[in-house]
């Protein structure tokens, strides 16, 4: 499967973004899948997952309540909307993909390109 993350940008602080991931190939909708982010100068880290058929969500303890994740199968797009940005949200966001639930980067196969979130104070 192919990932490709888009809807990036500049956003002043309070503001929202919302990130979208289309997955092609081989169909995404058996996957469970998630988000990741990667502040500058630090490792990747876990933002959000989503099982495959949406019924399950995962966030990063820091994130619950700013940040949702969502996904539609009928359209092979999962997205995360990110409200109240802070500062310290700043990252290039990738998106990823794998069979069962998992917080670990090295847990999956298939990568996005990643998307730069740039969050103005």
């Known amino acids: 499967v192919q990932l490709q993350a888009c809807g990036g940008g500049l956003v002043q602080a309070g503001g929202s973004l919302r990130l979208s991931c289309a997955a092609s190939g081989r169909t995404s909708s058996g996957y469970y899948m998630a988000w990741f982010r990667q502040p500058p100068g630090k490792e990747r880290e876990f933002v959000a997952g989503i099982s495959w058929n949406g019924g399950s969500t995962y966030y990063a303890d820091s994130l619950k309540g700013r940040f949702t994740i969502s996904r539609d199968n009928a359209k092979n797009t999962m997205y995360l909307q990110m409200n109240s940005l802070k500062s310290e949200d700043t990252a290039v966001y990738y998106c990823?993909?794998?069979?069962?639930?998992?917080?670990?980067?090295?847990?999956?196969?298939?990568w996005g390109q990643g998307t730069q979130v740039t969050v103005s104070s």
């Open positions: 990823a993909a794998r069979f069962g639930t998992s917080r670990a980067v090295g847990a999956f196969p298939y």
